[in-house]
């Protein structure tokens, strides 16, 4: 069964609109969408010239796409304060703006899917090929601004054989990295930030990678559960029980073995677009949000009095 309305406030990126909207109208529900003063140009235009149009062209009303036209902070307090007319808000986004707006929809009494933190953990345990470890890292690189691309590469001190590997597909791509034992990197800056910190929400920054050395797998899953947000991890090895233990051991939303952790991703995993990846520990929809993850389950019951199943 549908919920209603559907309220998304998202990032300064045109096409979320769209990815959104086609989501939350196959559900059944209508949207309304906002986004801030950088985009909110396009979305409007995306959102008055495309999907209102296309919509009306099949029938269906256009105002079932609506928009916050307002890039003022006060457009996304109000989306999370109106539990009767819009009670769920999918919000994207990083830092405390974002962490704050769940905080506010919360005492309002308004449910939220939450994509707030990302960053991809490769751990490269001992038992890695240099062939393989440089394939995933790249792979894992090729696009900087995203959630799910490398953030925290996590070292096993008994494969230490394998990091100049890691360091070269790192200056291949232009990194800054940033250690956390720097002095036992070449070239590598000392970290300044918390172990987890995610690169890609810093525009400033956006280009580095933490790179940090553990004494074995359990200190890396405990990293990667402990020290960053949950969204994946994979590890990279040859040996299958040390990939069951990571895989057994972590309780991100995604855990891989020899896979790039940009395949935590709404078309990579579902061949759907998202309305964002959920990290929630908690029982619902987590993982790329869809859809499917945006209707209420009814049971419907047809009996003959006789009060037996």
């Not at 769920?88 to 830092?95: K, N, P, Y």
């Not at 440089?134 to 691309?149: E, F, K, Q, T, Y």
């Not at 580095?208 to 990279?236: C, M």
Request: charged residues 20%; aromatic residues 4%; negative net charge.
């Amino acid at each position: 069964m549908p919920i209603g309305v559907v309220g998304a406030n998202f990032e300064a990126r045109p096409n979320v609109a769209a990815d959104i909207a086609s989501q939350v109208l196959k559900s059944g529900n209508a949207v309304v969408l906002r986004t801030g003063g950088a985009a909110l140009a396009t979305v409007t235009v995306l959102v008055d010239d495309v999907l209102r149009p296309a919509l009306e062209e099949t029938g269906l009303p256009g105002e079932v796409v609506g928009l916050v036209r307002t890039p003022e902070r006060v457009g996304a307090e109000a989306l999370v304060s109106l539990p009767k007319l819009v009670p769920l808000v999918i919000l994207r986004g990083s830092g405390p703006s974002t962490a704050a707006l769940a905080q506010r929809a919360a005492v309002n009494g308004v449910r939220t899917l939450a994509h707030a933190e990302g960053g991809g953990v490769l751990y490269v345990h001992s038992g890695a090929s240099h062939e393989r470890l440089a394939a995933i890292a790249r792979a894992s690189l090729d696009r900087l601004g995203v959630c799910n691309r490398l953030n925290l590469a996590l070292v096993d001190r008994g494969g230490i054989v394998l990091l100049p590997t890691l360091l070269a597909v790192f200056a291949e791509h232009g990194l800054e990295v940033r250690a956390t034992a720097a002095s036992d990197v070449d070239g590598a800056g000392a970290l300044d930030e918390r172990l987890g910190y995610e690169w890609a929400a810093d525009p400033e920054r956006v280009a580095t990678v933490t790179l940090h050395i553990v004494d074995g797998l359990e200190e890396a899953v405990r990293i990667a559960n402990d020290e960053t947000s949950g969204l994946a991890a994979t590890i990279v090895t040859e040996e299958e029980d040390a990939a069951r233990e990571f895989l057994d051991g972590y309780r991100g939303t995604a855990a891989l073995w020899n896979a790039t952790t940009r395949f935590t991703d709404g078309f990579a995993l579902l061949g759907v677009p998202e309305t964002g990846v959920n990290v929630d520990v908690a029982p619902g929809p987590r993982g790329p949000v869809t859809y499917l993850d945006l209707c209420l389950r009814q049971y419907r019951i047809v009996g003959d009095g006789s009060q037996h199943r």
